[in-house]
């Protein structure tokens, strides 16, 4: 926890971003019957009974310091797909940096390892060369600073039935630009001093 919370004190460094990575699963959702359009003093209506279409994966990369966000809807979410968003954040996204410190949770395809797997070994390793990782402890996500704008995400776009992966791709690509144009960032408050005190029941008791 507290080699996050570090992570997060340090100043903003175009050569060496932090960025945290975070991904999020949606079942796309079919109407069976035409929803009732809306009228006036009445909300649009819709049948209690739908279709269950296909799932989707949304990653979320977010710069807090410089508010910037970058998404990716994908069918899955495997070690290869995970893999080649990185590879685009190396190359596309960060090609000028000369190390993206990435701040994850500890979901099993978050590793290096994943990398050798979707990539020849040569490529896996210029790719890893590039990252500097730092995880969230167990149980301790809420510190990845992507799972809030995920979350943000949910409530402001995601919160109802999308029928399909184009309006799916359509819907958080608008919600990524518009966001984006605000400026929207995180305040991140909880410092490594702050840990200690308010969750001092989590670090080991040391006898004199």
Request: charged share 30%; net charge negative; proline share 5%.
């Amino acid at each position: 926890m507290e080699n996050v919370l570090d992570v997060y004190e340090r100043p903003k460094d175009a050569k060496r971003p932090t960025v945290c990575v975070d991904e999020l699963h949606k079942q796309l959702i079919g109407e069976k019957r035409v929803p009732i359009a809306p009228e006036p003093g009445q909300p649009e209506r819709f049948d209690y009974e739908y279709v269950r279409n296909a799932t989707t994966n949304t990653f979320l990369a977010f710069e807090p310091l410089a508010g910037r966000r970058i998404t990716k809807v994908t069918d899955r979410r495997t070690r290869v797909d995970w893999a080649e968003f990185i590879r685009e954040l190396v190359d596309v996204h960060y090609a000028w940096a000369e190390v993206i410190v990435l701040v994850l949770d500890n979901l099993n395809i978050h590793s290096i390892a994943s990398l050798y797997e979707a990539f020849e070994p040569e490529e896996a390793h210029r790719i890893a060369r590039r990252l500097e990782i730092h995880y969230t402890p167990k149980h301790g996500s809420w510190l990845n600073m992507a799972e809030i704008e995920l979350s943000i995400l949910s409530r402001q776009c995601l919160d109802r039935r999308i029928a399909d992966k184009a309006t799916m791709i359509e819907e958080v690509a608008t919600w990524t630009d518009v966001r984006n144009a605000a400026g929207a960032t995180v305040v991140w408050r909880f410092t490594t001093a702050d840990a200690r005190i308010k969750l001092r029941r989590l670090y080991p008791s040391v006898q004199d």
